[in-house]
């Protein structure tokens, strides 16, 4: 049933709106009775074992590897331990020298790719235990690896990932409590953390509540060519998403950055014909944030901003406002995910593009 299309025009508009139960999904069973931690039954090692990693390394392709991201900043900030990223593809060749103790990572909604399949491997062939987060139950991936995780996020048939991002991206933030409550993290905080988590299915519900108005933005901007999607910290692999999401099916030329990047070149690019999705969320950097869209409109670029800030959002400093609910940065990477896939789908179909079915990609890239 998952895998009939309904009264949806295209599946991958079916598996936007099935996001706040593939992130329910992604939860169920996996909370700590006290709920001070997250527990995942499949890991297949002691968290004794697990206390003794120096370093974990991710690996993934694509939007797998915008999850690997998404990982390394929230293990990294929650429980302070070293995260490294790197394209599952360059792994495989690069002969990475790793320490003894890091635990390897591998990322990937079908569990077939190939490259990542081939990373995997090649860690195991140096004696690393690899994890893994993989969708399809079973797959290649899933039957090799050392233990792992499962996303239940039902059949995911459009080509551009959209419900098993955010299932990874909640995921990572799971395990950055598991982690975490395994360190130096407090109960409190943990608890703190596992009852934001756990409000992510609503939060992403409010945030689908704005896919007329960003149809409607969609349309003002669907006929550029370019697109600049900007985002600092956590918001710069989901600005890296934005811009493949609108890339893979839109075939329009777009790019992502860290905001404080753009002075060191992208700003050239800035124009009427360029314009930018900018993310400025609440906190240390919020300020900073909305300089760097001020020095965007001073170029005459449009800017579309999604924020949390509400009314607090300077007005008239944007274009156009999406406004979405303030919470825990744990949940950032899902939540803020929503309005980015939502534009660019929109986008594609204002274009007349194939959105289920873009040209070139596969679902799966299982030969080299
Ligand atoms: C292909 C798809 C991408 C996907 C990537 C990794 O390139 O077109 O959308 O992110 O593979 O897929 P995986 O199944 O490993 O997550």
Request: one cysteine or more; charged letters at 25%; aromatic letters at 8%.
């Amino acid at each position: 049933e998952d895998s009939e299309i309904g009264n949806y025009p295209h599946f991958m508009l079916k598996e936007i709106f099935e996001q706040p139960m593939a992130v329910e999904n992604a939860m169920r069973g996996r909370f700590s009775q006290d709920n001070s931690t997250a527990q995942f039954g499949g890991l297949n090692i002691e968290p004794r074992e697990l206390r003794q990693i120096d370093r974990i390394l991710f690996l993934g392709c694509g939007t797998a590897w915008h999850a690997c991201l998404v990982a390394e900043y929230l293990i990294e900030k929650y429980a302070r331990i070293p995260v490294e990223v790197e394209y599952a593809s360059e792994f495989r060749y690069r002969n990475a020298p790793l320490d003894k103790n890091t635990l390897v990572f591998t990322i990937s909604q079908s569990g077939e790719t190939i490259d990542t399949l081939e990373a995997q491997r090649e860690a195991q062939r140096k004696g690393y235990r690899v994890l893994g987060i993989n969708n399809v139950v079973g797959s290649t991936i899933a039957r090799e690896n050392d233990g792992g995780i499962y996303q239940h996020s039902g059949p995911e048939i459009g080509v551009a990932s959209t419900k098993a991002f955010t299932s990874q991206c909640h995921i990572v933030a799971m395990l950055s409590l598991y982690f975490g409550r395994m360190r130096d993290m407090s109960f409190s905080e943990g608890t703190e953390i596992a009852k934001a988590l756990k409000k992510a299915p609503g939060l992403i519900a409010q945030a689908l509540n704005h896919a007329g108005e960003i149809e409607s933005i969609a349309k003002k901007y669907a006929h550029h060519n370019d697109f600049l999607f900007l985002g600092r910290q956590l918001m710069f692999p989901i600005s890296l998403e934005g811009a493949l999401k609108l890339k893979e099916i839109s075939y329009i030329h777009a790019e992502g950055y860290p905001a404080a990047e753009m002075k060191h070149g992208p700003i050239a690019l800035v124009s009427p014909d360029c314009p930018t999705v900018a993310i400025a969320l609440k906190g240390e950097i919020y300020k900073k944030s909305l300089a760097n869209i001020q020095e965007i409109k001073a170029r005459n670029g449009p800017v579309i901003a999604i924020t949390d800030a509400g009314k607090e959002f300077p007005e008239g400093l944007a274009d156009d406002v999406i406004h979405l609910p303030e919470t825990h940065e744990i949940n950032h990477a899902t939540l803020m995910s929503i309005p980015m896939q939502l534009l660019s789908y929109y986008i594609a179909v204002e274009r007349g593009c194939d959105v289920d079915k873009p040209r070139n990609l596969a679902k799966s890239v299982t030969v080299e």
